[in-house]
């Protein structure tokens, strides 16, 4: 059993150095093989075919940004700045996550132009947005659980994009970026 974990193992970390050094243009099911050093019908054993690779390796990174945003949930929101201090919180570790996923940038892409993994990231952000429109309202910042889901998903995309950005520009004013996204989340919720 471990060394089937092992191989698959290898086979994802191998997709994932792939897609860091070479980009999504390099990745395909021989290049990933060949790096992770398994046969090919070790490769189709774990995973139908490269699309099939690219969903679990973006589904893990989805979850690593829903895991930021869970431990956020954690944080009471007492006012105007208690809020400010959690959307710059969220954004900067979300940011951060994202960063040090290997491959993180070439999976960002895939996620929005493959028609095939679109629903990963859209699934991702509709529970992550779920989550965070019950936690505002758990702290008795809206009506009903449901109220800010839509700013929720708006915020969620705007982020998304932004860190896409960094990566295209080589993290051209970062901090700037990520000031503009917190305010921008801010204002989307309106609460205060």
């Known amino acids: 059993m471990a060394r089937k974990t092992n191989a ?19 990745f395909t099911s021989n290049a990933v093989v060949e790096r992770a050093g398994v046969t090919p019908p070790t490769f189709y054993h774990y995973f139908v075919n490269k699309q ?18 869970r431990r956020d949930t ?7 700045e208690d809020f400010r201090k959690a ?13 040090a996923f290997r491959g993180g940038y070439a999976l960002l892409v895939s ?19 779920r989550l965070i429109s019950t936690y505002l309202h758990e702290q008795g910042l809206s009506k009903g659980p449901d109220d800010l889901i839509v700013p929720a998903r708006v915020a969620l995309e705007y982020l998304y994009a932004a860190i896409e950005m960094l990566f295209e ?5 970062q901090e700037e970026v990520l000031r503009l996204t917190v ?10």
């Open 183 to 192: 305010e921008t989340h801010v204002r989307l919720y309106e609460l205060f």
């Open 52 to 69: 099939a690779l690219l969903r679990e390796l973006g589904e893990r990174m989805m979850l690593a940004q829903h895991d930021v945003i």
């Open 87 to 99: 959307c710059e919180r969220t954004v900067h570790e979300a940011f951060a996550s994202t960063r």
């Open 169 to 173: 520009t080589d993290f051209a004013n």
């Open 74 to 80: 954690g944080l009471v929101i007492r006012g105007p």
């Open 111 to 129: 996620l929005r132009a493959l028609p095939d993994l679109r629903d990963v990231r859209l699934r991702a952000h509709a529970d992550i947005a």
């Open 8 to 26: 698959r193992e290898r086979l994802i970390g191998a997709a994932q150095d792939i897609l860091a050094e070479e980009g999504l243009a390099a």
